[in-house]
T-cell receptor, first 112, second 114 residues
Framework: AQSVTQLGSHVSVSEGALVLLRCNYSSSVPPYLFWYVQYPNQGLQLLLKYTSAATLVKGINGFEAEFKKSETSFHLTKPSAHMSDAAEYFCAGLSTGNQFYFGTGTSLTVIP | EAQVTQNPRYLITVTGKKLTVTCSQNMNHEYMSWYRQDPGLGLRQIYYSMNVEVTDKGDVPEGYKVSRKEKRNFPLILESPSPNQTSLYFC?????????????FGPGTRLTVT
């Protein structure tokens, strides 16, 4: 079955520290991978997506993710956390049939 | 303003009473989709539609129906709701296949079935 797995349901970082949110995908998931952010009481917003054009993908708000086929990973990073980054983050994959597969989410807390 | 709207935003109902959650987008998008979000499970796709009269099952279609008679609307129908369908529901749309176009999400509908 196609799937994406997010490691760590809760991550805490200090303001200004590196943010690293982990996502691994099953090898059967085609290389359409996404990161979404959900702020409290809101819908999801696209941060970035990988569609095989480049392995390092830059997104909004200073986030980026690197597609590593050898590790079947698509981890999300940001060099310096800001208080406004506190939110829930979802990794997702898209099948060739346009069906989405979401991870279970990682809640990011930023400590002042 | 370009947006995806859902109604109602909050709904409490009883087991077995048919209900419809509406979803409408004003962006002339071809792709529309319904998701449910549950704690610890993330989002799971219920149904999606690539265009008018074209719908496909997602990961968790059991107990739900959809229709796509008009491009802008994609209602979610629960013929006989059960407590395990208590969840937060999101509708989303994109201009075309989400591999190429960004998916825009509605504000969500919180459904409680007692």
């Amino acid at each position: 079955a196609q799937s994406v797995t997010q490691l760590g349901s809760h991550v805490s970082v200090s303001e200004g520290a590196l943010v690293l949110l982990r996502c691994n995908y099953s090898s059967s998931v085609p290389p359409y991978l996404f990161w979404y952010v959900q702020y409290p009481n809101q819908g999801l917003q696209l941060l970035l997506k990988y569609t095989s054009a480049a392995t390092l993908v830059k997104g909004i708000n200073g986030f980026e993710a690197e597609f590593k086929k050898s590790e079947t990973s698509f981890h999300l990073t940001k060099p310096s956390a800001h208080m406004s980054d506190a939110a829930e983050y979802f990794c997702a994959g898209l099948s060739t049939g346009n069906q989405f597969y979401f991870g279970t989410g990682t809640s990011l807390t930023v400590i002042p | 303003e370009a947006q995806v709207t859902q109604n109602p935003r909050y709904l409490i109902t009883v087991t077995g009473k048919k209900l419809t959650v509406t979803c409408s987008q004003n962006m002339n998008h071809e792709y529309m989709s319904w998701y449910r979000q549950d704690p610890g499970l993330g989002l799971r796709q219920i149904y999606y539609s690539m265009n008018v009269e074209v719908t496909d099952k997602g990961d968790v279609p059991e107990g739900y129906k959809v229709s796509r008679k008009e491009k802008r609307n994609f209602p979610l129908i629960l013929e006989s709701p059960s407590p395990n369908q208590t969840s937060l529901y999101f509708c989303a749309s994109s201009r075309g296949t989400p591999s190429r176009y960004e998916q825009y999400f509605g504000p969500g509908t919180r459904l409680t079935v007692t």
